[in-house]
């Protein structure tokens, strides 16, 4: 007699717990080099502890911002309306997008910045932190892939730098919106690397190759890094420009502010990935410049692949 065995129709798969990998810029600089290019292949995105701008320059910052959010609503649309600089609120781009916050976009060169006012002085000075920062961690990104030093970094130092920085306000939860909402909606950063660095309130979520969101705890004390589209297309999709999102405030009654960095080239750089990250490979992106890049990206939504569209077919 044959007894039949009972199979269990529903399989419980465990979840995974995911560490976010979270590196201590003091550590060697082989080891940590090492440790970010894993990072950015997994994940496209790791915290860094230990990374050198003093408290002081970030609390300026915050206090600044939070000092310019808390203004009456006609005082901070006297800085213009986001086109794309500028005060925007709930608007995110010129395509339709919307989020539950209010924002501040500011280019970062230096004659943009003149430095006429408190506000300007701490901008100027927390910019040339983070983008000094940012410049370190791309050329730990090359001694990790043994290309030249500066392949990232010079985009980033160059004069004509592209960079941008980005405040964000998420208000406390009102009747007017609910736990759960959007703040900032799913994308991923045209750019070449994120510097982002929030207050002590959650909300920042990334997108995990098996498609589930997975939270980021805040920490005041650290910067998340992500890689940006175009150092997605320079190391031929070997790193992963990560989409993330903002969920609007997850605790009532607290504030959220993050502070973001957007790395980019000059307007006329060229991007292609190099022969020795191609190796024996093709190419799958077609070259372009940042100025292409920009235009294709502000022409369309915020949570279009932007990339697939420069893919060679
Ligand atoms: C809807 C849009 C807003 C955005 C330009 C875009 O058309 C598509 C990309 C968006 C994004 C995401 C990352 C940065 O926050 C940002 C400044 C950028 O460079 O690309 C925004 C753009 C924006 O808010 O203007
Ligand atoms: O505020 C955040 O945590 C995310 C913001 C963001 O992704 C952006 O400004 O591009
Ligand atoms: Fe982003």
């Not at 002085?121 to 920062?133: D, Q």
């Not at 959650?202 to 150092?231: K, M, T």
């Not at 609007?248 to 006329?268: D, T």
Request: glycine fraction near 6%; hydrophobic fraction near 35%; aromatic fraction near 8%.
């Amino acid at each position: 007699m044959v007894v039949a065995t009972q199979v269990n129709p529903i399989r419980m798969e465990k979840i995974r717990e995911v560490d976010i990998p979270v590196i201590d810029l003091s550590c060697s600089r082989s080891k940590v080099a090492k440790l970010i290019v894993k990072a950015c292949e997994e994940y496209g995105f790791f915290k860094v502890i230990n990374h050198g701008i003093s408290h002081h320059i970030i609390k300026e910052m915050e206090d600044e911002s939070f000092e310019f959010f808390y203004k009456p609503l006609p005082e901070k649309e006297l800085v213009g309306s986001a086109n794309p600089f500028g005060y925007g609120s709930k608007n995110i781009g010129l395509s339709g997008d919307t989020g539950e916050l209010e924002y501040l976009l500011l280019p970062t060169n230096q004659n943009a910045i003149a430095q006429t006012s408190k506000f300007r002085c701490v901008v100027s000075s927390y910019v040339k932190s983070v983008r000094e920062l940012a410049c370190e961690i791309l050329e730990l990104i090359a001694k990790g892939l043994g290309v030249p030093h500066s392949l990232f970094s010079h985009l980033v130092r160059h004069f004509d730098s592209d960079s941008l920085l980005r405040l964000n306000h998420y208000p406390p939860v009102t009747h007017s919106f609910h736990h759960g909402d959007i703040g900032f909606g799913e994308h991923s950063d045209p750019q070449i690397i994120t510097l982002l660095r929030s207050n002590d309130a959650p909300g920042l979520q990334i997108s995990l190759r098996n498609g589930l969101w997975l939270p980021v705890s805040p920490d005041p004390h650290a910067f998340c890094v992500n890689i940006g589209d175009i150092l997605q297309a320079m190391t031929n999709g070997r790193f992963i420009s990560v989409r993330h999102r903002a969920m609007a405030n997850l605790l009532p009654n607290q504030s959220r502010l993050s502070m973001v960095f957007f790395g980019a080239p000059p307007p006329e750089a060229t991007i292609a990935c190099p022969p020795q990250l191609l190796k024996r490979n093709k190419p799958i992106y077609k070259t372009f410049t940042w100025s292409e890049y920009k235009s294709h990206t502000y022409a369309h939504r915020l949570g279009e692949t932007r990339l697939d569209h420069f893919k060679i077919t």
